[in-house]
């Protein structure tokens, strides 16, 4: 038994030892992959260390260097070696975190680490939580949470009696939403035709005018106000306390997409952007991405803890709650689940307040000087400077088809597998993300990153 696991750990750390200088990009063609990978059902079985030794060998060139210091792309973050480790803890504990009854140490983690990113997140300590698998199930937490509420404010219970013949909720938000948040609106049968754009300025924050129009057009209707905290493309915060008024006064649910951006309370230098998002009614976030802990892990907060609970309890017969215990399950979308919540306190212990924030201010000083060395250079353009730790840039072509020289760029870098950006359409026009996320990026990460933008530019 232990064999297997020294030498999944063996694999492991060579991997690890590997990242600062195997080329990013994963070479191997899906065709490639499928033909080492797609063997025939097995009818016998074999050794465990075969297994593992095949697979890893089989994956090679296949495994996409994204925890590499040097990967920019989408918003990914790496894994703390502390985060790893206690990953590997979770899955050899093998606890089902569904209850209290079934998870116990997990289930007082869970209390704990909820209270401990409250305090560090700059949420009311009154707020309810839950530990998801990411941003995306905590907007569908948070969401089933306002749909209880602007129901039941308005004598519709949706738990019993579902959606038809309710009241039509509204979403307003802007077109810099995240995609998350319209699934969102899928998955809980509101669907995104009940998504209103409101105006946003030429960085992406709402504009407050046009909140308190659209407000007042959609008068007694149920409405959620979703707001960002770290835009994706720009990095940009909405004007929290103004929105919040707002909002309120119409009796709103405000909700808070802050899956980079919750994070910079941790910081003094940053934690200004933060300003009145205390005041919303729920909050959703990833760890996966700044707090460097292995997928899938994500977090709500909801303002209204009785609203949260009536969405997702589930008194059966065999988990009865028992005043005082908290069953992780009355909280989640999922029943049986991972002890997700050990990797995420292990982190925060290992780095504590000051280390979250170091992680937080240098990737945002990392992506200042990625930034404006990009920008420094003959044929790119910066496009939007960084808020955060998100920025975008795009390249010029001498004949003028800049869009498709962005991309030409972008593909150059891949190939060249010092670093990885990703591209994205914003605003009509072609441009390369920059996100800077992992813990690992060093100073020479960003110096070795600017000198392969300078080969890929060449000559337009
Ligand atoms: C990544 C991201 C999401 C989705 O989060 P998942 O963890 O992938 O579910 C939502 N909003 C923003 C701003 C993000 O960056």
Not at 107 to 124: D, F, M, S, T
Not at 314 to 340: A, V
Not at 383 to 409: C, K, Y
Request: net charge neutral.
């Amino acid at each position: 038994m232990t064999i297997v696991l020294d030498v999944a750990a063996a694999h492991a750390a060579r991997y690890l030892e590997s990242l600062p200088n195997r080329p990013i990009v994963a070479a191997a063609a899906t065709s490639e992959l499928r033909r080492r990978l797609g063997k025939p059902l097995p009818e016998d079985g074999m050794a465990a260390e075969v297994v593992i030794d095949e697979l890893v060998r089989d994956t090679e060139g296949g495994i996409l260097g994204s925890g590499s210091g040097r990967f920019f792309g989408w918003v990914i973050g790496g894994t703390l070696p502390v985060a790893l480790a206690t990953d590997w803890l979770t899955s050899a504990w093998d606890q089902n975190a569904a209850s209290n009854a079934t998870a116990p140490a997990e289930a007082v983690v869970e209390e704990v680490c909820g209270a401990w990113a409250k305090e560090l997140l700059g949420i009311p300590r009154s707020a309810s939580f839950a530990f998801v698998t990411g941003c995306q199930m905590a907007h569908t937490t948070a969401l089933a949470a306002a749909r209880h509420k602007l129901l039941a404010d308005r004598g519709w219970n949706v738990e019993t009696s579902g959606l038809s013949g309710a009241p039509a909720l509204r979403i307003l938000t802007t077109e810099n939403r995240h995609e998350s948040i319209l699934r969102s609106a899928r998955l809980l049968g509101l669907g995104t035709d009940a998504v209103d754009y409101v105006q946003s300025d030429n960085m992406g924050r709402m504009e407050m005018g046009a909140l308190e129009a659209a407000l007042r057009r959609a008068g007694d209707a149920p409405i959620v106000v979703c707001l960002q905290a770290g835009d994706l493309n720009t990095g940009v915060f909405d004007p929290f306390e103004r929105a919040c008024e707002l909002s309120h006064a119409a009796k709103a649910w405000v909700h808070i997409d802050g899956a980079i951006g919750l994070w910079v309370a941790a910081s003094e230098r940053h934690r200004r952007l933060l300003d009145g998002a205390k005041s919303a009614d729920s909050w959703a976030t990833d760890a996966h991405k700044w707090l460097n802990v292995p997928f899938d892990s994500g977090l709500v907060f909801v303002a209204h803890a009785p609203a949260h609970r009536a969405a997702f309890s589930q008194d059966t017969s065999y988990s009865i709650p028992r005043e005082g215990l908290r069953n992780q399950k009355d909280w989640n979308p999922e029943w049986s689940r991972r002890g997700r919540a050990f990797p995420v306190y292990a982190a925060m212990r290992a780095l504590g307040r000051k280390g979250i924030a170091e992680i937080v201010e240098r990737c945002c000083v990392h992506t200042g000087r990625l930034v404006r060395g990009i920008g420094a250079l003959k044929g790119a353009e910066l496009v939007a400077a960084p808020v955060i730790n998100q920025a975008l840039v795009r390249f010029m072509s001498r004949d003028g088809d800049h869009d498709r020289f962005t991309d030409e760029v972008i593909r150059r870098l891949q190939a060249q597998g010092v670093a990885w950006f990703g591209g994205v359409t914003w605003r009509g026009m072609r441009v390369m993300r920059v996100s800077v996320c992992n813990w690992r990026t060093t100073d020479e990460d960003i110096d070795r990153t600017i000198a392969s933008v300078e080969e890929a530019l060449g000559h337009g």
